[in-house]
């Protein structure tokens, strides 16, 4: 599989899933944009979670997971 980094990902406002272990108990976080060295995501439970935008991640299932 390919890998890439999330500002390789389009901007999305639905959001693109990506499949992680969440503190809060989610399986994957939503991801919606590069804000500037920071990614925006929101988790399933709906809270912020900023991954670095040269986070490696590969196409899992119906979106990626961090490599």
Known sequence: MKTKQL??????E??????VECSDGSEYI???HIDGMYSYCKSEK????????GTP????KDGYKIK
């Not at 709906?46 to 935008?53: E, G, Q, R, S, T």
């Not at 991640?57 to 899992?60: A, G, K, L, R, S």
């Open 14 to 19: 639905k959001g693109i899933k990506i499949y």
């Open 46 to 53: 709906d809270n912020v979670i900023n991954l670095h935008c």
């Open 7 to 12: 500002y390789d990902l389009p901007r999305n």
């Open 57 to 60: 991640v590969e196409e899992h």
């Open 30 to 32: 939503n991801f919606f």
